[in-house]
């Protein structure tokens, strides 16, 4: 059975950091790209970063220059370092794996909340 779990959530001051991680055994050596998304009470799940198979990273533009997600497949865990964080990124963060041959079955974790105080 596949199970990603993430791990790291919690609550910090703006200003603070956090990093999360996603342990994702048989993933990170994989061929697709991961990913982290975010869910904020009452809103739709948002992308937020994603890294791919070569280590090449993108980043909403909400978070870039902030955040910065990174994997290591020795240890099988993806992690996502969260800096200068704001009220606004308060939500549930989901860590999502991909298999298949086109990266098309799609695996989730279960959350960790982040929670920024102003």
């Known amino acids: 059975q596949v199970q990603l779990v993430e791990s790291g959530g919690g609550s910090v001051q703006a200003g603070g950091s956090l990093r999360l991680s996603c342990t994702a055994p048989?993933?990170?050596?994989?061929?697709?790209?991961m990913d982290w998304y975010r869910q904020a009470a009452g809103k739709q799940r948002e992308w937020v970063a994603s890294i791919g198979p070569d280590g090449s990273t993108s980043y909403a533009d909400s978070v870039k220059g902030r955040f910065t997600i990174s994997k290591d497949k020795a240890k099988d865990t993806m992690y996502l370092q969260m800096d200068s964080l704001d009220p606004e990124d308060t939500a549930q963060y989901l860590c999502?794996?991909?298999?298949?041959?086109?990266?098309?079955?799609?695996?989730w974790g279960q959350g960790t909340q982040v929670t920024v105080s102003s």
């Open positions: 999502k794996a991909k298999r298949g041959i086109w990266c098309g079955i799609n695996y």
């Open positions: 048989g993933f990170t050596s994989g061929n697709c790209a």
